[in-house]
């Protein structure tokens, strides 16, 4: 049995977390661990600080990452001496299915888990910062009213393509003035009303856009060294410089750059089937809103007007005939690599030999008023 009495630990508790309860499965030592009671709770504020005033120094809590779990350990963390532990549910779903479980309660399962594994084997995470919460909350509704502008502007270019005006172009229908403009000349009757309910639908989500820009412009600001740094590396602008901000943090909890390029899921699936080991395509794993983002800007690194490395990179995997979406991805795993060095040395990319590009990125994101201290080579640069 991995965890006993001389860990300290008198009480286990998992947790199984649902959007309004959750049930918490107590395993105790003074039966070795072996006795279970299921209790449930509420995740209302009464509920879960009643949850917290029944832990002590010698309580262990582990629970599965997400969006309210993450703000539950934060409470707990905040609120009580009780070690809080968050593991992995992707990891987690791996061991669940390969080892034989007669109880279906995940509580249990978590419970068990941190009883019968050995600690240097927990597959934990690092519980984020109320900081980098919030700018993930923010980027995924800014995220999500991008894909709304694009369905609305599809829609609205099949009611010009329904009344014969197939050669309009969606990239006439970009802007407020564009729209309004062609719905006037070409449109009339229901066709007409249909399309202005779609045009300010439309610049309804451009508003929205605009403000969760300026919500991730401000919080980003307050973590000038890790902006820096992300957007000092080619390709890399405002959207992805703050997914990274969001889900990687300071890069602490990745020792080594493979560990972020896997959390990303930027590397190659592997089987293992007795002797042998099967290289598959990359996964789909990992940190979607920043795996999107990277991929974007690696694709873009081939218009960077000055030599550099991983604009070599880029045109070194083209001339060996891979395809875009490989491109995309071996040069976002070098940017990765750069990255978490940089993060690591507190340094910023030097490969251009000035921050030329940096400031002109940071004029262009409406950054002007990042702190720039910390990195004295700004300050003295000619812009």
């Known amino acids: 049995m991995a ?7 008198r009480r286990i508790h998992g947790l199984d977390l649902s959007k309004r309860t959750f049930k918490c499965c107590v395993l105790t030592a003074d039966r070795n661990f072996e006795d279970r009671t299921v209790i449930p709770g509420s995740m209302d504020p009464e509920g879960r600080m009643k949850f917290a005033s029944t832990l002590c120094k010698t309580d262990l809590v582990v629970m599965e990452g997400g969006t309210s779990s993450y703000n539950f350990a934060r409470e707990l963390i905040e609120h009580t001496d009780a070690e809080v532990v968050v593991l992995n549910p992707s990891k987690l779903h791996i061991i669940f299915q390969s080892q034989c479980k007669t109880d279906k309660q995940d509580c249990v399962k978590l419970a068990r888990y941190v009883r019968d594994t050995n600690r240097d084997n927990w597959a934990t995470l690092k519980v ?6 919030e700018l993930r909350s923010v980027i995924n509704q800014y995220d999500g009213a991008v894909k709304d502008r694009t369905k609305a502007i599809n829609r609205l270019h099949a009611v010009f393509n329904q009344n014969g005006f197939p050669l309009l172009k969606k990239a006439d229908l970009a802007s407020n003035e564009g729209r309004l403009a062609n719905i006037t000349e070409l449109l009339d009757g229901y066709a007409y009303e249909v399309a202005i309910v779609l045009e300010r639908e439309i610049s309804n989500c451009e508003v929205n856009i605009g403000n969760y820009m300026a919500m991730i412009r401000e919080i980003v600001q307050k973590r000038p060294k890790e902006l820096l740094i992300w957007m000092s590396i080619p390709g890399i602008g405002l959207m992805t410089a703050a997914s990274l901000i969001a889900y990687v943090g300071d890069g602490e909890r990745f020792s080594k750059p493979a560990e972020l390029r896997n ?5 190659p699936r592997i089987d293992q089937s007795g002797d042998r080991n099967i290289v598959g395509k990359v996964s789909a794993y990992g940190c979607k809103p920043v795996r999107k983002n990277i991929i974007q800007g690696a694709l873009s690194v081939k218009n960077v007007g000055a030599k550099c490395s991983i604009r070599d ?6 001339g060996r005939g891979k395809m875009s979406q490989l491109i995309g991805v071996g040069v976002a ?16 990319y030097k490969d251009f030999g000035n921050y030329n590009m940096l400031k002109r990125k940071l004029r262009e994101a409406e950054l002007g008023a990042v702190d720039m201290s910390m990195f004295p080579e700004l300050t003295q640069t000619a812009s």
């Open 313 to 318: 990179c880029y045109f070194r995997l083209q």
């Open 333 to 348: 795993n070098k940017m990765l690599t750069i990255g978490h060095t940089l993060l690591k040395s507190g340094q910023l």
């Open 263 to 267: 959390y990303i899921g930027l590397v």
């Open 3 to 9: 965890m006993d009495v001389e860990n300290g630990i």
């Open 128 to 133: 984020p910062t109320k900081e980098e919460t």
